[in-house]
């Protein structure tokens, strides 16, 4: 097999397309970047109104994700523990009672153990009461804590939205103003759809932070009725089976 220097440009000319052809595969090393140019247009399109908008849906993504954990980690709606202690105690293993809080996570058996220990060490039922009812009222203000974030986010994403459209439409209706007689089809459409963009990012924020919201009140609110029915029943007596009647 012979080889000349005559056939060498040909030989390069044939391979100057295939190089080109590997150069093509360079940008793929910005392919991270690209993920970013979607926001980028976004941003651009909507201005600062977006920019707020996306940065309290950042924040209340991350007060959701927060509170859904706390509530996981502390079992908040199973108090079938609770319960268990209530029952020993009634039936007189005050002690086995306060040894199962020890063991709950749910912190309603904190909150009945208190009562327990109070009623054993026979203090007088009213100091008992108005302590339980200021660490019932300790508690389920912690487990509200940062709600009042997600719901003044849900109110004022769709004003927000709202008024970067009207200002996007302010900007519409300048540009026809100084256009006059040359009126653009495109250049009005394309304002008027940037302008209806904000709208429709902010009810995009207030819509899951809504649902999200009315999800969580829901749990504290059975959580607080589940809490106020067993410190309640410590004090009282069960009227529910008939009781023997002395003459």
Known sequence: ???????????????????GTCASFAPLTSAPLAVLNPVGQLVGAGGPVVVVLLGMSVLALTVMVAKVWQFASLELNQLGTVRHMLALHRSGDSTQALSVARNCRNPAAAVLAQAIRGQCHNLPTAMVREEVERASHALVVSLRANLRLLEVTASLAPLLGLLGTVLGMIRAFQQIA???????????????????????????????VVAVLNWLEGRVEQFTHGLTDVTTRVFTTDLS????VTP
Not at 241 to 244: L, R
């Open 178 to 208: 100084q256009a006059e007689n040359t009126i653009n089809p495109s250049t009005l459409s394309g304002g008027i759809w940037e302008a209806l963009l904000t709208t429709a990012v902010g009810l995009s924020v207030a819509i899951p």
């Open 241 to 244: 089976q008939d009781q023997q």
């Open 1 to 19: 097999m012979s080889f000349s220097l005559e056939a060498l440009p040909h030989a390069v000319n044939q391979l100057t397309p295939s190089l």
